[in-house]
Structure formats: structure tokens, C-alpha cells
Nanobody, 122 residues
Framework: QVQLVESGGGLVQAGGSLRLSCAAS????????MGWFRQAPGKEREFVAV????????VYADSVKGRFTISLDNAKNTVTLQMGSLKPEDPAVYYC???????????????WGQGTQVTVSS
């Protein structure tokens, strides 16, 4: 099992920045990728970004490309999502996820965190 704990959510003004972190623990040796998803009220959970464990290849949703940056610290088993130029459509609960076998960036994740709330004020 892999445990994921997110931190860093909160309230930020539109146009501002926020940094989310996700610490992985447990049997992380089999993890091949870590990603971020988000779910706004009344909407389905959507992919945000993913980074592969070894080569650090990244994939972003079009809606966040150029504004968000995902990074991975293998030594600390921590994935970070640096969010900038936050928009009114960005508020959601942000979830960290880990995959053992990543066949595509958008689904198939094996472990999920509890989520952290991001709120953007106008």
C-alpha cells in the first residue's frame, strides 16, 4: 500500500500562486508516476498533471498548461504542484494520485490522497 498526504491548499486571490505538496509513504518502490487531479462542486474529477517517477516526464491538462508546474523529489517521495495565475475556474479539491503502471496519464491510478481544498477569490 501507498499512503498519500496532500498539503498546501488554501485561499488565494485570482492571479495569485499556491503550492501544493503530496508526500508518499509505504510501498513506494513500485510507483511509476504521480499526478494531480481536481474536482469542483458538481463536476467530475479531472486530470491536472502527472510526472513519471524515473524520467520526470510531465503531462499537463490544457487548462493549466503554462500556469502550473508539477515536480517530483524522489529523495523525499514528494510531488509538488506549483500553481500560478490562478483563475476563477481553478477552485476545487485537489487530489494527489500514484500509479504503479501508467498506461495513460488520465486514468488508472492506484492510490489517492484525501484531497486539499483550493479556493480562489476574485
Amino acid at each position: 500500500q501507498v499512503q498519500l498526504v496532500e498539503s498546501g491548499g488554501g485561499l488565494v486571490q485570482a492571479g495569485g500562486s499556491l503550492r501544493l505538496s503530496c508526500a508518499a509513504s509505504g510501498r513506494t518502490f513500485g510507483v511509476n508516476a504521480m499526478g494531480w487531479f481536481r474536482q469542483a462542486p458538481g463536476k467530475e474529477r479531472e486530470f491536472v498533471a502527472v510526472v513519471t517517477w524515473v524520467s520526470h516526464v510531465t503531462v499537463y491538462a490544457d487548462s493549466v498548461k503554462g500556469r502550473f508546474t508539477i515536480s517530483l523529489d524522489n529523495a523525499k517521495n514528494t510531488v509538488t504542484l506549483q500553481m500560478g495565475s490562478l483563475k476563477p475556474e481553478d477552485p476545487a479539491v485537489y487530489y494527489c494520485a500514484a500509479a504503479r503502471v501508467l498506461t495513460n496519464p488520465y486514468s488508472g491510478y492506484d492510490y489517492w490522497g484525501q484531497g486539499t481544498q483550493v479556493t480562489v477569490s476574485s
